[in-house]
């Protein structure tokens, strides 16, 4: 059975005392939840040794929410992709929204980012979605398909083979507005199926994860759908009760669709 992937993206929050305690708090009780969840933590860059020191022993997976496009040299404040290899990032969260919007990234450049990280065999979470005014429009689908495409003229076919999409429909960000679980449904499948064309079948599997807006109330109903394979979670994964009880509730899921098969 192919895992759910739960990803904290902690944006630009939080400090030593309260990593310290929700690591702690996490790492008592979260090994029973493993055995059908990839748990990925992403911290600001400034504590990522910290949180990778603290989960190395325990399954759970170190990610970044951004990585500069250079691998080293004269570029003042940015963070290279051997930087975060080196002290044990995993995955790379790449072409977030808000990254889009507050630092103007292209499309041209996440996919050089995304190109970079699968470079040194890490995964990419390549963000994607549309803003309030695009799905009034009706463009939804038209923005993904660009959004893809940047990535599949970069790399090829086989550009999406090891990476993780992330569907994050910008105007269910951090809004207490997620959006509807069938709606979320029928863009993950087109998703996946236009993935799979562009990449001449040559894909076993297309993972495709939801963010917007998601709490412990409302995982189970994104959860469910056999095309959302898991969540990217910003506010909720700030809480060690809220984020548990997601990856509890992810759990409880895959056990049921276990026992159903
Ligand atoms: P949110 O953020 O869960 O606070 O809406 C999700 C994200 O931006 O990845």
């Known amino acids: 059975m192919q895992k759910k992937f739960i990803v904290a993206n902690w944006k630009l929050n939080g400090d030593i005392k309260n990593i310290t305690i929700f690591l702690k708090n996490l790492k008592l009780n979260i090994s029973l939840y493993l055995k059908y969840n990839t748990v990925i933590i992403t911290p600001p860059t400034i504590y990522l040794e910290r949180v990778y020191q603290n989960i190395k022993n325990i399954n759970i997976f170190l990610g970044s929410q951004d990585v500069g496009i250079n691998k080293k040299g004269a570029f003042t404040g940015e963070t290279s992709i051997l930087m975060l290899q ?135 109903s994104f959860l469910k759908q056999p095309n959302i394979d898991g969540l990217l979670i910003g506010s909720a994964s700030l809480i060690y009760e809220e984020f548990l009880k997601i990856i509890k509730i992810s759990h409880e899921i895959s056990c049921e669709q276990i026992n159903y098969s």
Not at 132 to 161: M, P, V
Not at 168 to 185: F, Q
């Open 86 to 220: 080196d002290v044990g990032v995993q995955y790379v969260i790449v072409g977030h929204s808000e990254r889009r919007l507050f630092h103007h990234e292209s499309n041209k450049l996440i996919a050089k980012k995304f190109g970079l990280i699968k470079s040194l065999n890490l995964i990419p979470i390549l963000c994607i979605g549309e803003s309030e005014s695009e799905k009034r429009q009706n463009q939804t689908k038209e923005i993904i398909k660009n959004q893809l495409n940047s990535i599949f003229e970069y790399l090829g076919k086989k550009a999406f083979l090891n990476t993780i999409i992330a569907y994050e429909p910008i105007w269910a960000i951090g809004t207490g507005l997620s959006a509807d679980p069938i709606y979320v449904e029928s863009i993950h499948k087109f998703i996946k199926d236009y993935v799979n064309k562009q990449s001449a079948n040559n894909l076993e599997k297309i993972i495709v994860q939801y963010g917007g807006s998601v709490n412990s109330k409302n995982a189970k």
